[in-house]
């Protein structure tokens, strides 16, 4: 098993490297401590990679958080991923929007979590279920009342929430799907 978090690291720790030397450093330790019949502190540093590495995902997730429209105002919630762990686990991101007339939109997206599988049928069934849908690039959305919502490669929920929808629409379109699909990989 730590062989396979050292791979996973390695592999993740291409995007910044100054974690992936702290990431790699701690997951030399806890080889270490194991190696030294330290089994606690082996286990205290595979946690600290463990949450280094979610860091770094939830880092990427939130580049997918497209721009405030010209004239409005963005504000990423930093704090976003905090309960994760409550909800089962992966990882968030959240931007709210401010239109230069007052209008608020916020973007929430959740990745590899127990809640995106449920969503799931319930975006794929949309129609069925009463709710309007819609295609954004190549991605189905479920459109209702203030929310808008999709699944991007069956593991990224995205919910848009504001008064118009045109404008819930305009701030997907600024989305990289495609890349998106690709996250984490």
Same mark, same amino acid.
């Given at each position: 098993m730590i062989r396979i978090l050292l791979a996973t690291a390695a592999a993740m720790a291409l995007t910044s490297a100054a974690q992936a030397d702290e990431i790699t450093d701690t997951l030399n330790s806890a080889i270490e401590a194991y190696e030294s019949g330290d089994v606690q502190y082996a286990l205290d540093e595979l946690e600290f990679a463990r949450a280094k590495l979610l860091e770094m995902k939830t880092d990427a997730l939130g580049a997918f958080l497209p721009d405030a429209p010209d004239g409005w105002t963005r504000e990423v919630n930093t704090e976003a991923n905090a309960a994760m762990a409550m909800m089962g686990g992966g990882v968030a991101a959240e931007a709210d929007y401010l239109s230069p007339g007052g209008d608020s939109y916020r973007i929430q997206m959740f990745a590899d979590n127990p809640m995106v599988a449920?969503?799931? =049928? /319930? $975006? &794929?069934? =949309?129609? =069925?279920?009463? /709710? #309007? &849908?819609?295609? $954004?690039?190549?991605? #189905?959305?479920?459109?209702?009342?203030?929310? &808008?919502?999709?699944? $991007?490669a069956n593991r990224i929920l995205i919910q848009v929430e504001g008064a118009d929808a045109a404008t819930r629409t305009t701030l997907l379109e600024a989305m990289d799907f495609e890349g998106m699909a690709g996250f984490g990989s």
């Open positions: 449920s969503m799931s =049928a /319930m $975006i &794929t069934n =949309a129609g =069925a279920m009463g /709710m #309007k &849908t819609e295609r $954004i690039g190549r991605q #189905k959305f479920a459109v209702q009342e203030d929310q &808008t919502m999709g699944l $991007i």
